[in-house]
């Protein structure tokens, strides 16, 4: 079954770091840019991060700038999101994306979803 798994989700404290991983089943990740979005509680799903095939070219939302760092193994068939200096507004669920283009992904040119995993940061 075509799948992307995140894991890595949880409650931490504000100022505190989390890894998030999506496990691709089914499909070669190598064939698609990737991509990080979240959705919190009363907003529409927002970009956060996405990366090249290659994973030479990463991009990042202005809100998550130069604390989240998005990288990939395409031999483990998996993406990773590293987010440092959570703060309460990175309270989301995080989804994974597959998809065609990093340099201009959003929600509407995905090929494929997660399921998401839940993000809390208190303050």
């Known amino acids: 079954q075509l799948q992307l798994a995140e894991s890595g989700g949880g409650l931490v404290q504000a100022g505190g770091s989390l890894r998030l991983s999506c496990a691709a089943s089914?499909?070669?990740?190598?064939?698609?840019?990737m991509g990080w979005f979240r959705r919190a509680p009363g907003n529409e799903r927002e970009f956060v991060a996405s990366i090249s095939r290659n994973g030479v070219r990463k991009y990042y939302g202005d809100s998550v700038k130069d604390r989240f760092t998005i990288s990939r193994d395409n031999a483990k068939n998996t993406v990773y999101l590293e987010m440092i200096s959570l703060k309460p507004e990175d309270t989301a669920a995080y989804y994974c994306a597959a998809g065609q283009s990093a340099s201009t992904m959003s929600t509407a040119n995905i090929d494929y979803w997660g399921q998401g995993t839940q993000v809390t940061v208190s303050s």
């Open positions: 089914g499909l070669t990740l190598s064939n698609y840019a």
